[in-house]
C-alpha cells in the first residue's frame, strides 16, 4: 500500500483538498495549483459575485463568451443530459437558491402556505442552451451551477497542473473525490462512506490509476428531504439513491457519472461514461459493477 | 484474464442472498440485439437439480436473475449464448455456494470481440438486498470517499440554523 511521503492539504472550492506526493511540493507548484484552482473558482462559482456564472445569471438570455476550460465540463453535461432524461443539468443554479443552498447559504427553503417545498423545473439544458466552442446562448435565463462534474474537473485540472510540472506521481483528492496518478507502490485502497452511518462502510475499492468519485445526500444537506443532488426536470432533490460511487479515467466523467447514477439505469451511465460503478438506493439495495476492483460488503 | 482476475476479487462478504444481473448489452443507443437466452447449463459439484437459469440470466434490463435460495452447497457453471449483429457470442457465468450463500461470482467473457466483448466486460453487475458493511476503524484504507465534506461557511449556517430552531 502506498504511502505518501508528503502531503499538501488547503480548504478551496468549499472543500478539503490534500495533495499526496512522494517529494513535498515546490512552493511554485503549490502555487501554481492553487492559482488554477483560483482561475477556475472565478469563472465557475456561484457562491461568488464576480464570477463569470453570476455575470451570466444577472444578463440573463443572450449569448456568452465562455471560459476556456468550459468544453470538456458541457461536453460531460449533454452526456449526462442525454443518460438522464434531463435530470442531470448545469442550469439547477436557481433551483438549489430556491431550496436555500445560495450564496448567502441561507439554508431555507420556499414553501408554500401548507409547508409543502416550493419548486419549479430548470431550463432544459438540451433546448433551452446552444454552445459552440467557444460561446454559450441561452434561450431564458439561467443560473449556471456545476456542482455535479465542476470538483471532478478540477481534481483533472489540478493533476494536470502537477504532472506539467513534473510530478507524475501524486493523489488528488477533493473532499473524496479522487484522481490517482503514476502510483509505483501498488494501488490506492478507499473505503466508501456508507452516508446512513458514516462510522462505517459499504464496501473499499482499489485504485490503481484513474479517478474515483462519490457522492451522497447526507453531508450537503440542510433539513429533512433538502440536500444538493436536484432533479432539473422538477427542481426538487432526489430521494431514490442515498449514494453513488463511479470509478473512471477521468475525475470529470467519474463525477458527472456519479451524480448521473442518481437519475438513470446503472449499466446505460456506466455505458455512456465508461465507468464501473456503486449504488446504494434508499430501500436499502446494492448494486455494483462486477468489474470493479475490490470489494463490497454486502 | 485480467478482468477474471478482478471479478473473483469482489467476493461477497455475508451471508446474504445475492442477485446476479447480466446486462450482455447494456448500451441502449447499440444497435446490437438485447435478445438474449442460456442455452445450456452444467453444475460442477453434486447438489439440487436446480438449473442454473435461476442464478445467471441476461435480460434487457439489466437487472433479470433470482436469488440462490434452496441451492446446493457447490460451484455452479452457467453457459449463456445471444446473438449479435457480429454473430452468435456466449458469457460463462460461475457461481460458488456456501451454507446456501453466494460466496463468488465469477463471469468470463468469451465473446470473440468487438461490442460483445466490450459490453461483457463492463456491464455485469451485482445487487444485494441489504448492506451489512464493515466499520471504517476494522479498515486498512488508504482514503474514505463519501459525500464531499463541507466548507467551514456552509457548516457555519448549518449550525445557526440548528440553533434558530432549538431557540
Known amino acids: 500500500?502506498?504511502?505518501?511521503?508528503?502531503?499538501?492539504?488547503?480548504?478551496?472550492?468549499?472543500?478539503?483538498?490534500?495533495?499526496?506526493?512522494?517529494?513535498?511540493?515546490?512552493?511554485?507548484?503549490?502555487?501554481?495549483?492553487?492559482?488554477?484552482?483560483?482561475?477556475?473558482?472565478?469563472?465557475?462559482?456561484?457562491?461568488?459575485?464576480?464570477?463569470?456564472?453570476?455575470?451570466?445569471?444577472?444578463?440573463?438570455?443572450?449569448?456568452?463568451?465562455?471560459?476556456?476550460?468550459?468544453?470538456?465540463?458541457?461536453?460531460?453535461y449533454d452526456t449526462a443530459a442525454r443518460a438522464t432524461d434531463g435530470a442531470v443539468s448545469p442550469l439547477v443554479g436557481r433551483a438549489l437558491e430556491g431550496l436555500g443552498y445560495d450564496a448567502a447559504y441561507t439554508l431555507r427553503p420556499r414553501r408554500d402556505d401548507d409547508g409543502g417545498l416550493l419548486t419549479a423545473p430548470a431550463p432544459d439544458w438540451r433546448?433551452?442552451?446552444?454552445?459552440?466552442?467557444?460561446?454559450?446562448?441561452?434561450?431564458?435565463?439561467?443560473?449556471?451551477?456545476?456542482?455535479?462534474?465542476?470538483?471532478?474537473?478540477?481534481?483533472?485540472?489540478?493533476?494536470?497542473?502537477?504532472?506539467?510540472?513534473?510530478?507524475?506521481?501524486?493523489?488528488?483528492?477533493?473532499?473524496?473525490?479522487?484522481?490517482?496518478?503514476?502510483?509505483?507502490?501498488?494501488?490506492?485502497?478507499?473505503?466508501?462512506?456508507d452516508p446512513r452511518d458514516t462510522t462505517r462502510a459499504v464496501g473499499v475499492l482499489r485504485l490503481p490509476d484513474g479517478a474515483l468519485c462519490g457522492s451522497a445526500t447526507n453531508r450537503r444537506a440542510w433539513g429533512e428531504g433538502l440536500h444538493h443532488v436536484v432533479d432539473a426536470r422538477?427542481?426538487?432533490?432526489?430521494?431514490?439513491?442515498?449514494?453513488?460511487?463511479?470509478?473512471?479515467?477521468?475525475?470529470?466523467?467519474?463525477?458527472?457519472?456519479?451524480?448521473?447514477?442518481?437519475?438513470?439505469?446503472?449499466?446505460?451511465?456506466?455505458?455512456?461514461?465508461?465507468?464501473?460503478?456503486?449504488?446504494?438506493?434508499?430501500?436499502?439495495?446494492?448494486?455494483?459493477?462486477?468489474?470493479?476492483?475490490?470489494?463490497?460488503?454486502? | 484474464?485480467?478482468?477474471?482476475?478482478?471479478?473473483?476479487?469482489?467476493?461477497?462478504?455475508?451471508?446474504?442472498?445475492?442477485?446476479?444481473?447480466?446486462?450482455?448489452?447494456?448500451?441502449?443507443?447499440?444497435?446490437?440485439?438485447?435478445?438474449?437466452?442460456?442455452?445450456?447449463?452444467?453444475?460442477?459439484?453434486?447438489?439440487?437439480?436446480?438449473?442454473a437459469d435461476e442464478t445467471a440470466g441476461a435480460g434487457t434490463d439489466g437487472t433479470a436473475g433470482s436469488a440462490t435460495d434452496g441451492f446446493a452447497d457447490g460451484t455452479y457453471t452457467a453457459e449463456g449464448s445471444y446473438s449479435t449483429p457480429g454473430g452468435e457470442e456466449s458469457i460463462s457465468v460461475e457461481l460458488s455456494v456456501a451454507d446456501g450463500v453466494v460466496t463468488d461470482v465469477t463471469v468470463t467473457p468469451e465473446a470473440s470481440g468487438g461490442n460483445a466483448a466490450r459490453f461483457q466486460d463492463e456491464f455485469a453487475s451485482g445487487i444485494s438486498d441489504e448492506v451489512v458493511g464493515q466499520e471504517l476503524a476494522g479498515l486498512s484504507v488508504d482514503k474514505v470517499s463519501g459525500s464531499s465534506l463541507t466548507g467551514d461557511g456552509f457548516n457555519a449556517a448549518l449550525d445557526q440554523i440548528r440553533a434558530d430552531a432549538a431557540a
Open chain 1, 1 to 76: 500500500m502506498p504511502r505518501p511521503e508528503a502531503t499538501a492539504s488547503f480548504d478551496a472550492i468549499g472543500t478539503r483538498w490534500t495533495i499526496d506526493t512522494p517529494e513535498p511540493l515546490p512552493d511554485a507548484v503549490l502555487r501554481a495549483v492553487r492559482e488554477r484552482i483560483d482561475r477556475f473558482d472565478r469563472d465557475w462559482s456561484r457562491f461568488r459575485d464576480d464570477s463569470w456564472v453570476s455575470e451570466v445569471a444577472r444578463s440573463g438570455a443572450g449569448a456568452y463568451r465562455l471560459p476556456d476550460d468550459a468544453g470538456p465540463l458541457l461536453d460531460a
Open chain 1, 127 to 193: 433546448t433551452a442552451a446552444r454552445r459552440d466552442a467557444a460561446s454559450l446562448t441561452l434561450d431564458e435565463p439561467a443560473l449556471i451551477d456545476v456542482g455535479a462534474g465542476g470538483k471532478g474537473y478540477l481534481v483533472d485540472l489540478v493533476s494536470g497542473v502537477l504532472a506539467s510540472h513534473g510530478v507524475a506521481e501524486h493523489v488528488v483528492d477533493a473532499g473524496g473525490d479522487l484522481r490517482v496518478s503514476g502510483l509505483g507502490a501498488g494501488p490506492l485502497t478507499v473505503a466508501l462512506e
Open chain 1, 234 to 298: 422538477t427542481g426538487a432533490p432526489t430521494s431514490d439513491v442515498l449514494a453513488t460511487w463511479a470509478v473512471g479515467a477521468s475525475a470529470l466523467a467519474a463525477d458527472v457519472a456519479a451524480t448521473a447514477l442518481f437519475f438513470a439505469e446503472p449499466d446505460l451511465v456506466a455505458s455512456r461514461f465508461d465507468v464501473r460503478y456503486v449504488v446504494l438506493r434508499a430501500d436499502g439495495t446494492l448494486r455494483w459493477s462486477l468489474g470493479l476492483d475490490g470489494e463490497v460488503f454486502a
Open chain 2, 1 to 51: 484474464m485480467a478482468h477474471t482476475t478482478r471479478r473473483r476479487t469482489l467476493g461477497l462478504m455475508s451471508g446474504l442472498s445475492v442477485l446476479v444481473a447480466l446486462a450482455a448489452c447494456g448500451d441502449a443507443d447499440a444497435a446490437t440485439q438485447d435478445d438474449a437466452q442460456s442455452s445450456g447449463s452444467t453444475q460442477s459439484d453434486a447438489g439440487s437439480g436446480s438449473t
